[in-house]
């Protein structure tokens, strides 16, 4: 009925060892699981996540039952699912490297108009002048 889902706060001290771990009890427990704030990880370990990503992404696609990754065969549940958040322009963030970015679908979000929602919201609840 439920799916597991992880929320990570990712750092820039975080390594491809650590991320290998993680991926392997993802694919395992077919969980989901948020980056939050992805581009703080430094770019040469963000590179070898991004092959560590893949091979999940093309074990799915297969529909195997067992997949090799990082030497280790896995039991695979095709429901584990990736995604990530992203603060771009702050400093100390890097930039996501191509063979990343092709795995990911692009979503940008906004600060929601708090003005206009509360007057929707008391229009809705019978007030004739909201403003």
């Known amino acids: 009925i439920a799916i597991l889902c992880v929320v990570f706060k990712s750092s820039d001290g975080l390594d491809f060892v650590a991320m ?3 991926f392997k009890g993802l694919a395992a427990a077919g969980a989901w699981s948020c980056f939050d704030e ?3 990880i430094e ?3 963000l590179s070898v996540i991004a092959q560590q990503m893949l091979t999940i992404q093309r074990a799915i696609i297969a529909e195997v039952d067992k997949f090799i990754f990082e030497g280790t065969e896995l ?3 095709p429901s584990c699912f990736v995604n ?3 603060n771009p322009g702050y400093a100390g963030r890097s930039e996501l490297p191509d063979n990343l970015k ?3 679908r ?3 979000m906004m600060v929601p108009d708090y003005a206009l929602i509360g007057e929707i919201m008391l229009y809705s609840f019978g007030f004739v002048d909201a403003r």
């Open 102 to 104: 092709v795995l990911f």
């Open 84 to 86: 990530i958040t992203m």
């Open 38 to 40: 992805f581009n703080r």
């Open 43 to 45: 770019l040469e370990v």
């Open 106 to 108: 692009t979503v940008a």
């Open 20 to 22: 290998v771990k993680f």
């Open 75 to 77: 039991d695979i549940i």
